[in-house]
């Protein structure tokens, strides 16, 4: 590994050193999002943010309880590999490609090689496959690949808490193809960057909360957007006020379906869920996640 990347120090995610750090290269979350493959953030607000343009990313709550359990499922891993020395390790700088950072949860080292360990908290897990495969989410993929690639190494332990308190384990290979592929995508982001050449807005909530960012003073005046902005403006509010409607109707239909019942079935799959309202309000429905291959 000490052929393929250079450890550039350890540093608390978030903190100024981390983000002074990131703001030279990009890490294993970050390339998900110039891959438009992130949840948490879009091409356009990473792009905002490299220019320094918008403030670093907060933390949400899915952030916050994956950092908290991480080391519950890096030491329950340990636990039934003890063929594997489970440690931390910081964050890593690729030597031919210094732009190309990993962080990884755990570095592994075992007899005959090393490899590295992700640490992932699942709230569904319509997007995971069977265990033991390399059936993750396109964005842990992704991560993983690039965490693999930075390090110079061939294999990824993927471990998995649910919702049900339940552990999974996945395996990951580097794969050459999907490599180059991230390596490029990569350098024509950052070049990007450097050039000023904005992306386009898309449909990412985080592109929302860019564009917002971006104008937080309001001057008492006016503008003239074009009149193809404006229509588009106006028939996307009428049709999500229908589809609002539509939704409102549907919900109260299945709510009365269920009565006093939880849960509401279709071919033994949960659709959705009755779950109590807060400070003594009526209860509420809540959809279940849609399964994969699902219509």
Known sequence: ?????VRVGSFEPGSREWNAVRSMGLGGSEI????????????????????????????????????????????????????YRVRRTGMWANRQRPWQLATPDRMLTGLAERSLLKVKTAADLF????????????????????????LGLNRAHVAVLTTNLEFREYLVEWNLTEAETL??????????????????IDEHAATHRAVRELHPEIDDT????????????????ADHKRAE?????ATSEVLDALGRHRRALVD????????????????????????????
């Open 32 to 83: 998900a999002a110039v891959m438009n493959m992130s949840p948490y953030e879009s091409t356009f607000s990473l792009w905002n943010r490299k220019r320094g343009l918008i403030a670093a990313a907060p933390s949400n709550d899915a952030m916050r309880r994956g950092h908290r359990l991480e080391s519950v499922v890096a030491e329950w891993f340990a636990e039934q590999h003890p063929e």
């Open 183 to 200: 390596r490029a995508a990569a350098r024509e982001f950052l070049d990007s960057v450097d050039r000023g050449v904005r992306p386009e």
């Open 222 to 237: 006016e503008v003239e957007i074009e009149a193809g902005l404006a229509e588009q403006y106006r028939a996307a509010v």
């Open 245 to 249: 409607a539509v939704k409102l109707r």
């Open 268 to 295: 033994g799959e949960s659709v959705a869920i009755r779950v109590p309202g807060r400070n003594g309000a009526a209860p509420s429905l809540r959809p279940s996640p849609m399964q994969a291959g699902a219509a």
């Open 127 to 150: 997007e995971w496959g069977r265990r033991g495969t390399d059936e993750v989410p396109d964005y842990v993929r992704c991560q993983v690949m690039w965490q693999l690639d930075t």
């Open 1 to 5: 590994m000490k052929a393929s990347a």
